[in-house]
């Protein structure tokens, strides 16, 4: 028994390389009463197909057919133990000793004489249930695949002597897209018996800029041929293509694939929602707080710089620690729309509220549950978007905080300049706000406060003569992108005493450095003196002046 098992299974496996003109296409395995057990055969080729002393087989039995057997191109035979019963099957009905369908699982051989094997398949009758025939889909697929055998949808649990309810299309070309790191992945595969011919696939974004639509050709493609079970993987960069090109937003990526099956022009557009602002840019990180009192969450808060607005759904906040312990913008029912020209704030524990109970409730507040924390020491924080490229970055360090406040716990960090580069180290400051942070409101430090000039000296008094202390750092912010500017300083009688710097050129953030000497190089007397900051905007003209005491010891 074991014996004949292994063989008929030699012969089942021998069967996967061959190519007959003959295939066991439906069968009938758990009748119900009255009913008769029935194997459909089928010629799927052009030709009539001659068939004489053939055996079929199941997994203990042998069945032999001595007898001459024509089946017409394109047409279906029953082989049955009782032809009486399948009166209205409209086909050709041969009456045999037909092996015993098991209702367990089977395996069916039909050979020739010379042992030569026409198709074999392996079925279970778990794929099915009593009453209904499992139909082979594919012909060309091994015939061992449960993937390749269905319970039959016809109404009357059957196709006996026609189509199967479900065939493997002679043209089928399915496509799968993953959009990753900026790049957007696509594969064709042919799931069809014929070869798909003459493929063009053509790619293009449309974007906005100055409220107005355009569009640009990623890439186009040609493709001669794929054939049947064949697939082709291709990569198209996104943003790639507009490294040159100063748009706001990506709106709309479109897909177009054309094709050729069976002499007939088929055409397929996808689309896909991108509605991203452009990196480092449009939306960008404004303040965070990493240092926070016991039982007060940390926060980064970003600011939507765009006139237009966007959905944060699908995208991710990452630092040091990974992807493993991302703050991801999830979740189907939430909402993470961003108007135009504002602030949203994201934070991952819930004792945020313990620090700012006057938030509590405020729209554009994010409570994402994660395991992410922001170091002490330093670290990266890295804003992706819903492609999963790179939106924004910096990597922080305890040096930038800045100014005459000393003790930075529960302090943020806040952008002087809200549109420059995350990642400019000159252009952030420790919050001077007597709440220690701003989320979700224009920062303590941020030159649109007002048009004056911030000036910081550190340290504000300072001996030339210290071997720690020798000089100050002046430190100024102005209400200008780009100005020429005057730094004096004067006695506490008006009385010029050194010229720093005169109708220099300088951008919004600058430091100068004092010495404690006058303009003939000799060490001033100990007292007070002042920091006279003048500032001439170069586009407008306009000009706002600064002043700041600063003491020298000895």
């Not at 005057?486 to 300088?506: A, E, M, P, Q």
């Not at 600058?510 to 920091?531: H, L, P, R």
Request: charged share 20%; aromatic share 12%; proline share 4%.
């Amino acid at each position: 028994m074991r014996l004949q098992v292994s063989l008929l299974f030699s012969l089942f496996l021998l069967s996967y390389c061959l190519n007959s003109q003959i295939v066991i296409n439906e069968i009938y395995p758990a009748p119900l009463t009255n009913e008769v057990e029935w194997v459909e055969i089928y010629n799927p080729t052009d030709s009539d197909y001659e068939l004489t002393n053939f055996f079929i087989q199941n997994r203990t039995n042998t069945s032999f057919f001595p007898y001459f057997l024509n089946i017409p191109s394109k047409s279906f035979a029953i082989l049955t133990s009782d032809t009486s019963k399948l009166i209205n099957s409209p086909c050709l009905k041969i009456q045999l000793k037909l092996p015993t369908l098991h209702n367990d699982w089977g395996i069916l051989v039909l050979r020739k004489s010379d042992s030569t094997v026409i198709d074999s398949i392996y079925y279970n009758f778990s794929w099915g249930k009593k009453g209904y025939s499992l139909e082979r889909i594919d012909w060309d697929a091994p015939a061992v695949d449960k993937s390749n055998w269905i319970a039959s949808s016809d109404t009357s649990g059957n196709t006996i002597c026609k189509e199967n309810s479900k065939v493997a299309p002679q043209t089928l070309l399915s496509s799968s897209f993953n959009i990753d790191n900026g790049q957007l992945k696509v594969v064709l595969k042919n799931n069809g018996k014929r070869p798909i011919e003459k493929i063009e696939l053509t790619a293009k974004i449309s974007y906005y800029y100055k409220n107005a639509l355009f569009f640009k050709n990623i890439e186009s493609k040609y493709i001669n041929t794929i054939f049947s079970k064949d697939s082709i993987t291709l990569s198209y960069g996104i943003l790639d293509n507009f490294k040159e090109i100063d748009f706001e937003i990506l709106d709309t990526l479109f897909f177009s694939i054309s094709y050729e099956a069976e002499l007939i022009r088929k055409n397929e557009l996808h689309t896909f929602h991108l509605n991203i602002p452009h990196p480092f840019k449009g939306l960008l990180i404004n303040e965070f707080l990493y240092d926070s009192h016991t039982g007060c969450g940390e926060f980064i808060e970003f600011v939507n710089l765009t006139n237009y607005s966007f959905d944060l759904k699908e995208w991710r906040i990452e630092n040091n620690t990974g992807k493993q312990r991302a703050v991801r913008f999830n979740g189907e029912t939430k909402n993470y729309l961003i108007p135009p020209k504002s602030y949203f704030v994201v934070f991952w524990d819930s004792t945020f509220y313990n620090c700012f109970e006057n938030l509590r409730g405020r729209d554009l507040f994010f409570f994402i549950p994660s395991s992410i924390s922001l170091r002490n020491s330093g670290d990266v924080i890295k804003l992706f978007n819903k492609i999963g490229s790179l939106q924004d970055s910096l990597t922080y360090s305890p040096q930038w905080h800045r100014g005459r406040i000393k003790n930075t716990k529960q302090r943020s960090l806040e952008k002087a300049i809200e549109n420059k580069e995350s990642y400019i180290e000159e252009n952030w400051f420790t919050c001077v706000a007597d709440s220690g942070a701003t989320p979700g409101s224009i920062n303590s430090v941020s030159i649109e406060q007002s048009e004056r000039i911030y000036i910081q000296a550190e340290p504000t008094t300072f001996s030339p003569r210290s071997n720690f202390k020798s000089s100050s750092k002046i430190q100024y912010r102005l209400p200008f992108r780009q100005a020429n500017i005057t730094v004096k300083i004067y006695d506490i009688n008006g009385t010029l005493i050194r010229d720093l710097v005169n109708n220099g050129i300088s951008a919004s953030v600058g430091e100068i450095e004092w010495n404690g000497k006058d303009n003939s190089g000799v060490e001033v007397q100990a007292g007070g003196y002042i920091i006279l900051i003048e500032a001439v905007d170069l586009i407008t003209g306009n000009t706002v002046v600064g002043k700041q005491i600063i003491g020298v010891g000895w």
